[in-house]
C-alpha cells in the first residue's frame, strides 16, 4: 500500500494531501515515526562529544520529525471528522503514543545531558531565546519526572499511558452523545423560531436523513433554540439532553472517568512534590499559585451575582405573565431575549441578517491587513479534507506567510466547539518553514449561513489564534506560535475580538444578506449599548465552571469522588443561582478531561481578558482602534511566540503590567464589584 506519509509532498506550500490520506495509513505512519524518532533520542544520547547547545538541544529540537507530521495530521483530522475508522485509530495508538512520550521524557541519558547544559547555563553565553528554550526544556523535563527515582518513572509512564487511554475514552464519549441526541420537529413544533433557526434545523435534519427539522446538540443550534422556541416543554427537553452528556449509565459513562483521571493527576503531582494537581499545574503559569486564580475568580464572581439578581428581576415579571413561578435554566435565554428586545429594542432574528458568514469572515481577514499588513488569498489548488473547508494563502506583501484553513460548520463527527490547531507550525532552524494553521467553528450549516453576534466573536476570536501562529516568527520550533502558558494563549484571541465591534468593522462588513444593505446607524447603536446586557449570566455561568475546575484539581481525595454530587454540593456552597447552568457540566468538560489542556486552567480565558481588556485600552488611549504604532507593538507579542517570558512581552507592548479595573469594566461589572465589596 502506497502510503502519502512516507512521499514527499508536492501539494501547494507542502498542505497534507488529504484526497489521498486515509485511516488505514496512520497505523504504520506512526509505527516508522516513532522508531524514528526512538532513534534520534539515541544518536543524541549516543553522541561522543559533550553536550553543547546544538548537540544536544537543537538536536531535540530538530528529532522526531515524521511524528510530528503524522501526529498533527491525525489530531486534526479525528477532531474535524471524527469517523469510526479514525476514532479506532485514536483509541489503539493513544497509550502507544504516550509510552513513546515517556521513553524520551524519562529516559537518563538524554536528561542528563540536558541537565548538565542547564547546570552551566550562566557559561553558555546564550542568545535569550536560546536561553529560555535551555531553562523550559529543562524544566519540561523535570516535569515529567525525568528526576525521580527509578520506580517513580515507571509509575509515571504507567500513569501517562493510562491517561491517554481515559482522556480518548471521554472525548468520544462526548461526541457518542452528541451524535446519538436529536430533537425531530414538525411544523407545529416551531413557535416563536426566526427563520436562521428553522434553516439550519432543517440543515440538521437533512445531515441525517430525516424529513421537516431537527435540534441537536451543537452549540450553535441549541443555544438559539433555548433563546427563542416559545415551546416550554421542548426546551426543557433540549436542556435535559445537553447537559447530560456524558452522564448516561453504560459504556459511554464519563462520571466513572472522571475520578480516575484526577485520582491519577493528583498522583502525579504528589510525586513530582507538589501538593495536588492544581498545584502543580499553576506553578508554570503567570498566575503561579491557585490563590492567585482564586482571588480573581472570587472578586468576579461576587461582582457577577451582584448583576445576575438584577438581572433575574428583570425577567420574573415576563415569566410569571406566562404562568411560571419561578425561572428554570431552560427559561432563562428565552426571557432574556424578551427583556433585551424590550430594552433595546434589539431582536436577534433581526440582527442576524447583517452577519453573514462570509462578510464576517472577510472582517477578519480585513482586520488582520489594517493591525498586521497581511492579506488572505482563496486557493483552490490546494486539498483539504471536507468539502466546507476552504485554503487561503497568507502573504505579508508579497511574502508567503503560511495557509490558513477555515473548517466553520458543525456537522455529525465533528468535535463540538470552537479551536483553533496547527497542521504545521512555524520555524526557522533548520531552514525557514511557515505554517498551516486551521480555525473550526461549529456554525450552523444553512444558505445563507447567517450568525449570531456572539458567533460572530468567537469567529474573531479564533481567527486571534490563528494569528498568533500565522504571524509566528521564532527560530526554535517548541517556541512557535500558541505554545506560550496556557494562561497567555488566549491573550492574542481575546484581544482579536474587540475588533469586530469597532464601528469601521460594522459599518463595513455588517451587511443584510439579501439587499447589501450597512447595519442601520440606530441598530449599531443599540447593538453596542446592549454589549454588557446578561453579562451576569454569561460571567455566572463561566466562572463557576473556572472555580469548579479549581476545586475537582485540589481536592483530597479525587478517586472517591461522587463527581455529580460534588458538583451539586459545591455549586450549592458558592452560591450558584437555581435558574443558572454551569457552562460546561464535568462530564462533558472537554477542556478538561478529553485532554490536560486546560486542565487546573479553565480559569485562563478569564486571566487573559485581564490582559486583553487593559491591551486593546491602549488603542483607545491612541483614539484609533487602528493606531499603527500600537499595532506594531502588538504584533511583536505574537511573532514572539514563547521566545520570551510571557509578561515581559505583555509589558513591552502595554507600558505596564494590567490589572482588573478594565476587565470589570469590559464586562460591565465595575459598579457591581464595589458593591459587592460594601
Known amino acids: 500500500m502506497t502510503n502519502p506519509f512516507f512521499e514527499t509532498w508536492s501539494t501547494p506550500f507542502g498542505a497534507p494531501p488529504f484526497d489521498r490520506i486515509r485511516a488505514e495509513h496512520f497505523p504504520p505512519a506512526f509505527d516508522r515515526a516513532m522508531a524514528e524518532g526512538l532513534a534520534d533520542i539515541d544518536a543524541i544520547t549516543g553522541n561522543p562529544d559533550a553536550p553543547n547547545f546544538a548537540n544536544t538541544i537543537e538536536a531535540l529540537e530538530q528529532s522526531g520529525a515524521l511524528l510530528n507530521t503524522v501526529g498533527a495530521v491525525f489530531g486534526n483530522m479525528v477532531a474535524s471528522l471524527g469517523d469510526d475508522g479514525l476514532q479506532q485509530v485514536e483509541r489503539d495508538y493513544a497509550p502507544k503514543l504516550a509510552a513513546h512520550g515517556s521513553k524520551v521524557s524519562l529516559n537518563a541519558a538524554l536528561f542528563a545531558r540536558v541537565a548538565a547544559l542547564h547546570a552551566r547555563a550562566e557559561e553558555l553565553a546564550l542568545a535569550p531565546d536560546a536561553r529560555r528554550l535551555l531553562e523550559r526544556t529543562y524544566l519540561g523535563f523535570v516535569r515529567a519526572g525525568a528526576a525521580l527515582d527509578a520506580a517513580a518513572k515507571t509509575r509515571m509512564a504507567e500513569i501517562s499511558e493510562r491517561l491517554a487511554v481515559v482522556h480518548t475514552e471521554f472525548g468520544q464519549n462526548v461526541l457518542h452523545d452528541e451524535r446519538a441526541w436529536h430533537l425531530p420537529l414538525v411544523a407545529a413544533d416551531l413557535a416563536g423560531l426566526p427563520d436562521f433557526v428553522r434553516d439550519g434545523a432543517a440543515e440538521a435534519a437533512k445531515e441525517r436523513g430525516l424529513e ?44 466513572v472517568l ?159 466547539g470552537a479551536w483553533m ?63 506560550v502558558r496556557r494562561d497567555f494563549v488566549e491573550f492574542p484571541s481575546q484581544v482579536f475580538e474587540h475588533w469586530l465591534s469597532v464601528p469601521e468593522t460594522l459599518q463595513a462588513y455588517a451587511r443584510h444578506y439579501a439587499t447589501g444593505e450597512a447595519l442601520p446607524a440606530a441598530l449599531m447603536q443599540r447593538l453596542l449599548a446592549a454589549r454588557n446586557f446578561n453579562q451576569g449570566f454569561a460571567t455566572v455561568e463561566y466562572t463557576a465552571s473556572a472555580m469548579l475546575d479549581m476545586e475537582l484539581h485540589a481536592h483530597p481525595d479525587p478517586g472517591g469522588l461522587d463527581v455529580q454530587a460534588y458538583e451539586r454540593e459545591m455549586l450549592a456552597r458558592i452560591g450558584m443561582p437555581a435558574e443558572i447552568g454551569v457552562r460546561h457540566r464535568p462530564p462533558h468538560f472537554q477542556h478538561l478531561f478529553a485532554g490536560a489542556g486546560y486542565a487546573a486552567g479553565y480559569y485562563s480565558y478569564l486571566w487573559a481578558e485581564v490582559l486583553d481588556a487593559d491591551g486593546f485600552a491602549a488603542f483607545e488611549e ?16 505574537l511573532q514572539a511566540g514563547d521566545s520570551a517570558d510571557p509578561m515581559a512581552l505583555y509589558v513591552a507592548f502595554r507600558g505596564s503590567a494590567p490589572g482588573t ?11 457591581e464589584a464595589v458593591a459587592a465589596l460594601s
Open 661 to 671: 479595573a478594565a476587565l470589570l469594566r469590559n464586562r460591565g461589572l465595575l459598579d
Open 421 to 483: 490547531s496547527s497542521y504545521r507550525e512555524q520555524r526557522g532552524l533548520g531552514g525557514e518553514v511557515r505554517p498551516i494553521i486551521v480555525n473550526n467553528n461549529n456554525f450552523a450549516k444553512a444558505t445563507p449561513a447567517l450568525l449570531s453576534f456572539d458567533d460572530a466573536e468567537t469567529l474573531f476570536h479564533e481567527f486571534g489564534h490563528a494569528l498568533h501562529g500565522l504571524l509566528s516568527d521564532v527560530h526554535y520550533p517548541s517556541q512557535s506560535g500558541t505554545s
Open 258 to 416: 472522571i475520578p480516575e483521571i484526577l485520582a491519577l493527576r493528583d498522583e502525579r503531582a504528589r510525586l513530582l512534590g507538589y501538593a495536588h494537581y492544581a498545584d502543580f499545574r499553576l506553578a508554570d503559569t503567570m498566575a503561579g499559585t491557585p490563590a492567585a486564580v482564586a482571588g480573581l475568580t472570587g472578586e468576579v464572581w461576587q461582582a457577577a451575582l451582584v448583576r445576575v439578581a438584577d438581572e433575574r428581576g428583570a425577567l420574573l415579571p415576563l415569566a410569571q405573565a406566562d404562568g411560571l413561578n419561578e425561572i428554570a435554566a431552560w427559561d432563562w435565554r428565552y426571557y432574556a431575549e424578551k427583556v433585551r428586545q424590550a430594552r433595546y429594542d434589539l431582536d436577534e432574528a433581526a440582527l442576524k441578517p447583517y452577519f453573514e458568514f462570509e462578510n464576517i469572515q472577510r472582517a477578519a481577514f480585513d482586520t488582520a491587513g489594517k493591525l498586521f499588513g497581511l492579506s488572505f488569498h482563496l486557493r483552490a489548488d490546494v486539498p483539504v479534507y471536507h468539502p466546507d473547508v476552504r485554503a487561503y494563502e497568507v502573504r505579508e506583501g508579497e511574502r508567503h506567510i503560511g495557509l490558513f484553513l477555515a473548517d466553520p460548520f458543525a456537522r455529525a463527527g465533528k468535535r463540538s
Open 622 to 637: 491612541a483614539g484609533d482602534p487602528f493606531h499603527a504604532e500600537t499595532a506594531a507593538r502588538l504584533k511583536r507579542v
Open 212 to 255: 421537516g427539522y431537527a435540534i441537536t446538540l451543537s452549540r450553535s443550534l441549541i443555544e438559539p433554540f433555548l433563546t427563542f422556541s416559545a415551546r416550554r416543554d421542548l426546551r426543557e427537553i433540549a436542556y435535559a439532553a445537553w447537559v447530560a452528556r456524558g452522564t448516561h449509565p453504560g459504556a459511554h459513562d464519563n462520571t
